[in-house]
């Protein structure tokens, strides 16, 4: 295995947090302020590093980290293309 604890930590932590605002988004169904190209650059990161196991570290368990972050992030992404006009329609008929 060529991972490192830490990297597998961070996997780990920013795994932990994106629920929260997928929780959030399902909830409330308000995802004014999120970014969808914040959230875009955050899933190309996550391609990268499989790809980068795939090239460099083939059969490492880590992807499967990175494949869970980046369908996580994804979930997250598709919720706020589900809501933004919905958000922005409520936006206008307050003003």
């Known amino acids: 295995m060529h991972s490192s604890i830490w990297e597998i930590l961070m996997l780990i932590s920013f795994a932990s947090s994106w629920p929260f605002s ?9 995802v004014i302020g999120k970014s969808p190209l914040f959230m875009g650059i955050i899933i190309f990161g996550y391609v990268m590093g499989i790809v980068h196991k795939f090239v ?3 059969g490492d368990p880590v992807v499967w980290l990175y494949l869970f972050n980046l369908l996580i992030v994804s979930f997250d ?12 329609r409520d936006l206008n008929l307050k003003k």
């Open 22 to 30: 997928i929780v959030k988004s399902l909830r409330t169904k308000v």
């Open 56 to 58: 460099n570290a083939p």
């Open 77 to 88: 992404l598709v919720l706020y293309f589900c809501y933004i006009g919905k958000n922005r």
